[in-house]
Structures are given as structure tokens and as C-alpha cells.
């Protein structure tokens, strides 16, 4: 490809890249109090306005070595974590991470996790790319919705 059409083909890329990452609303971001070294979990609900298709394909966070998508899954009378692969985002739907559902695991927790701080979480999405967001770390007992003022 000569050098004139790879500009051409980057400055083509460049809106649609832009326009798939501004169609997704990220609102909510929160997790629970946690000790260092353990395990936390992320939630938070994304919003597709698009008429494309989404994925989380992973999330990381220099809160934790190693992140992984997990959800919830009932085997006979317990209820079991579960690594997923990807969480689909269907265009025009909202999808909810939150307790007993889909979640981000934060696995070995490089810090503890304060209550009233925040901490950065990096989510990829296979067209929107890489968002980066802040949760809020509320009480270790904490659970869906808004906190309470």
C-alpha cells in the first residue's frame, strides 16, 4: 500500500473509530471496600446508543494484576462465579454488571480498596476500543444502586 492511500485509509478510520467509542454511555462505575491482596468486583451499566453491535472483551486496572470478566451462575443450590470470554452489547440495549450477575473480578488486589476513593479500570471493547472509567469504592456491604446522600 503506498504511502498516500495508508494516510487516505487512516484518515477514513479515524471518525468511524471515534463514532463506534462515543456511542457507548458508561454510567455507574462503582466496587466494595476490599483488603490488599484479595478479590473485588467491578460493576457498572453501559449503554449502546449505536445501531452496531458491542463487546467488553477485558478490563485492567493497576488496582489488581489481573482482571477477568466473570458472571453468576446457579449450580443445583449454589450459586458459583464464572469467567466469561466477552459481554456481548447489543446496539440500542443496556447491559447491567452488577452483584449476582455479569461483574469484573479484580483478582489479587495490588492495594486496599478505600471506601470514598477511586480507582481507573480500563474496559476494551472490540469496536468502541479502550474507555477508561473511575469507580467509586463505597462500603464493603454495599449494593446495586445509587449511594445514599
Known amino acids: 500500500m503506498t504511502t ?3 494516510l487516505i485509509a487512516a484518515a477514513l478510520a479515524t471518525p468511524l473509530a471515534a463514532q463506534a467509542q462515543t456511542t457507548l454511555q458508561i454510567t455507574q ?9 484479595g478479590q473485588g468486583a467491578g460493576y457498572l451499566t453501559i449503554r449502546n446508543a449505536g445501531a452496531e453491535a458491542d463487546r467488553l472483551l477485558s478490563a485492567s486496572s493497576p488496582a489488581a494484576p489481573r ?6 451462575i446457579r449450580e443445583g443450590d449454589v450459586m458459583r462465579m464464572r469467567p466469561v470470554n466477552d459481554i456481548p452489547v447489543p446496539a440500542g440495549q443496556t447491559v447491567q454488571l452488577q452483584p449476582s450477575g455479569l461483574h469484573l473480578m479484580f483478582i489479587g488486589l ?15 471493547f472490540e469496536r468502541a476500543g479502550a474507555v477508561t472509567v473511575q469507580l467509586e469504592v463505597r462500603a464493603a456491604g454495599a449494593r446495586a444502586g445509587h449511594h445514599g446522600h
Open 29 to 37: 462505575p462503582w466496587t466494595r471496600a476490599a483488603r490488599a491482596g
Open 67 to 72: 482482571m477477568e470478566l466473570h458472571t453468576h
Open 4 to 6: 498516500r492511500r495508508m
Open 110 to 124: 495490588s492495594d486496599e480498596l478505600r471506601q470514598g476513593s477511586t480507582i481507573p479500570v480500563t474496559l476494551v
